[in-house]
């Protein structure tokens, strides 16, 4: 079936499918999100006022058998950071939008009455129903409700309290096969999901399937880059350990930000690492790999029961156990997977968060290690709306300003995550130069820097790192847009057949013949488009900047600074 534009008016509650702009007609995923956004909101406007648009795109390649390829990606402007924002999460919504003939949703204005709604999308349109029954409920029951409530298999985005409570770090959530959650965790999307008032929207494809051009070059070319992905031995550690392979790794190089950022290693990482957590995974009967949306050969998420047998989680990200582990000292894992399944519930950004955390115990708020006070203010605050809750669940930024703390690890008021960018320095023009605030997925130099994959740029000096960035930067948007995982990226980099056979995907997808360099040109306007939206927002090479204390203060072990000055980290956009 041809892809529409699905339009949503939340003013006056009406619903309209329109025809595919041409210029809209070659993008996908974060591309697509990014034009539309560039192309209709008002880049000054209040990211939770009524100008402001919610947009849903599923990749170039989703809703095929294409491995990896579920992602969704959301974008709007951003109430955390103020910029442009793409934000993309597993689960089944991508795959099955795709198959609804969705190329993007559009959602817009809001609604004149204080009522909240749900929206139903199926290749039909959209339906705007009132809804009560589920408003100020987790994301969990929301999921559960609506499974008994509509019958068949059918897809769920929704918001938690956090983002009915318009906070800055709330997520949206997006159900997965097993009926937990993947969060568009980055930037409060959620927030802007609960200005307009929308608690969730189903989606149900009707049977419907994605054509493909050519039916047999897709199938060849899957099969070699399925193998690729399969065969590349960081993919296979992933599958072992999950991304939190990564605590060891990160904790050896000195880079494992401890403390709200004021030492590079953390003494309790083996109680936190990914090995410990595989043999309680073992141990407890839960599962070491899962996948987040079906179709993908590397499943690094997992199912992490409690002590009892029981799931307490999924999709246990290296990212959220070092922020709740190292950067607020808690060595319990079993008290970080319940923050975890907590913060899913609620519906707010795991790194946001647990950042936020970091600074408010470097603020007196709680003390450090106390993983009890963490869950106890994530139930009784944030879920509850309190001020303090409302304070730390409006992000780190947020936190520093109302207890005047001034290491505040924030780049466009958006929390630094699990690397710091003093002993790896290319991931630190990342989070400077990233058109999104801090962000580790949009340029992850950690690749090159740590896991010498696609070569080897030392992580403890300048030389190469605007570059190394600037590459991955432009790799990422581009990959963004196909609907794939990042995740491809470690056997894209260096596995020679692996980014031919994903072009050529494309290619048998639509009847087109990209080469490389259509690739690389696709991810250049991305940054462009995406810079172009910040600057007329009001942003300038000032933000591209990381805050004080990353110049100021030495970073123990190698007790290293952030050493770019902002003439060279300005050079990343000379391109
Ligand atoms: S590798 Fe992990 S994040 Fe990527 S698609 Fe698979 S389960 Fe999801």
Redesign the pocket.
């Known amino acids: 079936m041809a892809d529409k534009i699905f339009r949503v008016n939340m003013t006056d509650l009406t619903t309209a499918i329109e025809d595919v702009p041409a210029d809209w007609a070659g993008h996908g995923g974060r591309g697509l999100t990014s034009t539309i956004v560039a192309a209709e909101v008002i880049p000054t406007c209040h990211p939770l006022g009524p100008n402001n648009k919610l947009v849903f795109a599923p990749g170039l390649l989703s809703g095929t058998v294409a491995a990896?390829s579920?992602?969704l990606s959301i974008g709007a402007k951003s109430p955390l950071t103020g910029t442009i924002k793409e934000s993309n999460a597993?689960g089944t919504a991508a795959q099955l939008l795709a198959r609804a003939g969705c190329k993007a949703m559009i959602i817009e204005g809001l609604p004149k009455e204080d009522k909240w709604y749900s929206l139903a999308l199926t290749p039909d349109g959209v339906t705007i129903s009132e809804e009560t029954e589920l408003i100020g409920k987790g994301n969990f029951e929301v999921v559960e409700t609506l499974s008994k409530r509509i019958e068949g298999k059918f897809g769920v985005v929704t918001i938690g309290q956090a983002g009915e409570m318009k906070l800055t770090s709330a997520n949206v959530s997006i159900k997965d096969p097993d009926g937990g959650i993947?969060s568009n965790g980055r930037g409060g999307l959620g927030a802007v999901m609960g200005s307009k008032k929308i608690k969730f929207i189903t989606i149900d494809p009707k049977g419907g399937k994605v054509d493909i051009a050519d039916p047999d070059k897709f199938k060849a070319a899957n099969r070699i880059f399925a193998k690729a992905l399969i065969d590349h031995p960081v993919?296979q550690a992933?599958g072992q350990y999950g991304?939190n392979v990564l605590v060891n790794i990160i904790n050896e190089s000195g880079g494992l930000p401890t403390r709200n950022f004021t030492q590079g290693q953390f003494e309790g990482h083996e109680s936190i690492s990914g090995e410990t957590m595989h043999d309680t995974i073992e141990q407890r009967g839960g599962k070491v790999k899962?996948?987040?949306?079906p179709g993908?050969?590397?499943?690094?998420?997992q199912v992490y029961n409690d002590a009892d047998g029981k799931k307490l989680t999924s999709?246990f990200e290296y990212e959220s156990i070092w922020a709740m582990g190292a950067d607020c000292c808690v060595e319990d894992l079993d008290r970080i997977a319940e923050a975890d399944r907590i913060m899913d519930d609620i519906g707010i950004d795991t790194i946001e968060t647990s950042v936020a955390m970091g600074v408010a115990m470097e603020a007196g708020v709680l003390p450090f290690g106390d993983g009890a006070g963490i869950c106890r203010i994530l139930k009784e605050e944030i879920a509850k709306g309190t001020g303090l809750g409302r304070i730390i669940g409006s992000g780190a930024g947020a936190v520093g300003r109302a207890y005047g703390v001034t290491r505040v690890p924030v780049v466009k008021n958006q929390a630094i995550p699990a690397y710091d960018p003093r002993a790896i320095k290319g991931i630190g023009i990342t989070y400077a130069t990233s058109t999104q605030g801090a962000d580790h997925t949009m340029g992850y130099t950690i690749a090159t820097n740590i896991l010498n994959v696609g070569g080897k740029v030392d992580p403890l000096t300048k030389e190469g790192q605007v570059e190394l960035s600037r590459n991955l930067q432009i790799a990422t948007a581009a990959i963004d847009s196909t609907g794939m995982?990042?995740?491809i990226a470690f056997a894209a980099l260096d596995d020679e057949k692996c980014l031919p056979a994903l072009i050529d995907l494309i290619n048998a997808r639509f009847n087109l013949s990209l080469t490389g360099d259509d690739i690389v040109n696709l991810g250049k306007y991305i940054l462009k488009t995406e810079r172009a939206f910040n600057i007329a927002a009001g942003f300038n090479s000032a933000d591209d900047r990381l805050p004080e204390f990353f110049y100021n203060e030495e970073l123990p072990p190698h007790n290293v600074v952030f050493d770019f000055t902002g003439e060279e980290i300005d050079t990343f956009w000379d391109f």
């Open positions: 990896n579920g992602r597993g993947r993919s992933l991304t899962h996948n987040c949306h993908c050969v590397i499943q690094c998420s999709g995982c990042l995740f």
